[in-house]
T-cell receptor
Framework: SAVISQKPSRDICQRGTSLTIQCQVD?????MFWYRQQPGQSLTLIAT?????????ESGFVIDKFPISRPNLTFSTLTVSNMSPEDSSIYLC?????????????FGAGSRLTVL | RKEVEQDPGPFNVPEGATVAFNCTYS??????FFWYRQDCRKEPKLLMS???SGNEDGRFTAQLNRASQYISLLIRDSKLSDSATYLC????????????FGKGTMLLVSP
């Protein structure tokens, strides 16, 4: 099965700073997805990272706050800019893979961010 | 009405018990459905897809009721290792696929 690696796995940051999360996939994928999971909340899609074009952001998320890079078909980064305590969350990278004929959304282990 | 709604639980059951979770969805045009499992401090992982005719995978049975817009997950002979949060996921397609996640139902299986 496909493997998605994320780093850092966790970090504690000061407000006002920025953090970049890296996501590496062990096979080429067209789209990669960045989700946020705040405590007690459901997973929320931040944006879809497309190779060769700008990321597509969901309602409530903007590029200035969450810039995304997608330099090739196996790698993406998400930056959380000018952080505040409200950004404390788990950030998850994901991609779709075909498994037994089905299209399965697979997640990285997540990056747990705490903003002080 | 929330797009995907689940009872957050926790459901506390003894080993060997049978437990069922429901999940309701608001978009009648939703096309596919999934149950994911999320262990504490881990990423969600696909447990099973939910087919229109219902499907079974070992001790797990998933069913879909389109008329009432809900899906269910039944776990028989609960194991301690079944303790986790179970996420209901609904896929809507309108030019592109959009997955909507429920907040999850927590299951605690005790000895």
């Amino acid at each position: 099965s496909a493997v998605i690696s994320q780093k850092p796995s966790r970090d504690i940051c000061q407000r006002g700073t920025s953090l970049t999360i890296q996501c590496q996939v062990d096979s080429q994928v067209t789209m990669m997805f960045w989700y946020r999971q705040q405590p007690g909340q459901s997973l929320t899609l931040i944006a879809t990272a497309n190779q060769g074009s700008e990321a597509t952001y969901e309602s409530g998320f903007v590029i200035d706050k969450f810039p995304i890079s997608r330099p090739n078909l196996t790698f993406s980064t998400l930056t959380v800019s000018n952080m505040s305590p409200e950004d404390s969350s788990i950030y998850l990278c994901s991609a779709r893979f075909t498994s037994s004929g089905a299209n399965v959304l697979t997640f990285g282990a997540g990056s747990r961010l705490t903003v002080l | 009405r929330k797009e995907v709604e689940q009872d957050p639980g926790p459901f506390n059951v003894p080993e060997g018990a049978t437990v069922a979770f429901n999940c309701t969805y608001s978009n009648s045009a939703s096309q596919s459905f999934f149950w994911y499992r999320q262990d504490c401090r881990k990423e969600p992982k696909l447990l099973m897809s939910v087919y229109s005719s219902g499907n079974e995978d070992g001790r797990f049975t998933a069913q879909l009721n389109r008329a009432s817009q809900y899906i269910s997950l039944l776990i028989r002979d609960s194991k301690l290792s079944d303790s986790a949060t179970y996420l209901c996921v609904v896929n809507n397609y309108s030019g592109y696929s959009t997955l909507t996640f429920g907040k999850g139902t927590m299951l605690l299986v005790s000895p």
